[in-house]
């Protein structure tokens, strides 16, 4: 064997060798692709009925702050204004 058949050798072996590697690496990814369960149909309706839950419990918060704001304004109006206090008292 020549030195030029040497390296032929080596380059070919080099070459199977990350071909066979990148298949490999190809099967295992869809092996672990198509090992995932799918989304069953009773998770889609309870995905469903999870998004309308929170959807009425933002709109619940977004009344509760309103009110917040409100008497928050309210209560800094109040404390410009004296208090008028009945003759008498203390």
């Known amino acids: 064997m020549n030195e030029n058949e040497a390296i032929v050798a080596v380059v070919s072996t080099a070459i199977l ?3 066979g590697l990148t298949v490999i690496k190809m099967w295992l990814t869809h ?3 198509t090992a ?9 309706d309870r995905l469903q009925r999870i998004e309308q839950a ?12 309103e009110g917040q704001r409100f008497t928050s304004k309210l209560l800094s109006e109040r404390g410009s204004v004296p208090i008028e ?6």
């Open 36 to 44: 995932r369960p799918a989304v069953a149909p009773a998770n889609d």
């Open 54 to 65: 929170v959807d009425a419990i933002a709109i619940e918060v977004e009344r509760i702050s």
């Open 85 to 90: 206090r009945p003759k008498g008292s203390v």
């Open 31 to 33: 092996r672990r692709e």
């Open 17 to 19: 060798f990350a071909s």
